[in-house]
């Protein structure tokens, strides 16, 4: 069964604004930390950005940083990726990822994500090119 799901990839210019959701099919994700990741062709999936459960603290790597911001709407129990100014190298299929772990925050190497979550969606395809 799908536990997660993202949503709302699509075809931009650069310049442009899209917004992406994370939503789970089982569980609260008000629950737990969330993380958002990319990862474009023949590179590694890379961290983007991450909101703890808590305190709902944020991080965003550096490329991203300004641009994009991360947010929960629980009554939806959904976490939203607003990415605004995109480039052609924010181009990926982006995914969200948790461990489902209660009170485990999010794990950074700065102020990036680290892609250590056992559970992910399907992605989502990001397509910034005039």
């Known amino acids: 069964q799908v536990q997660l799901a993202e949503s709302g990839g699509g075809l931009v210019q650069p310049g442009g604004s899209l917004r992406l959701s994370c939503a789970a099919s089982?569980?609260?994700?008000?629950?737990?930390?969330v993380g958002w990741f990319r990862q474009a062709p023949g590179k590694e999936r890379e961290g983007v950005s991450c909101?703890?459960?808590?305190?709902?603290?944020?991080f965003y790597a550096d490329s991203v940083k300004g641009r994009f911001t991360i947010s929960r709407d629980n009554a939806k129990n959904t976490v939203y990726l607003q990415m605004n100014s995109l480039q052609p190298e924010d181009t990926a299929v982006y995914y969200c990822?948790?461990?489902?772990?209660?009170?485990?925050?999010?794990?950074?190497?700065?102020?990036?994500?680290?892609?250590?979550?056992?559970?992910w969606g399907q992605g989502t395809q990001v397509t910034v090119s005039s």
């Open positions: 990822g948790t461990d489902f772990a209660l009170g485990q925050p999010c794990i950074t190497q700065g102020t990036t994500p680290r892609a250590t979550y056992e559970y």
């Open positions: 909101i703890n459960s808590g305190d709902g603290s944020k």
């Open positions: 089982r569980f609260g994700l008000d629950y737990y930390a």
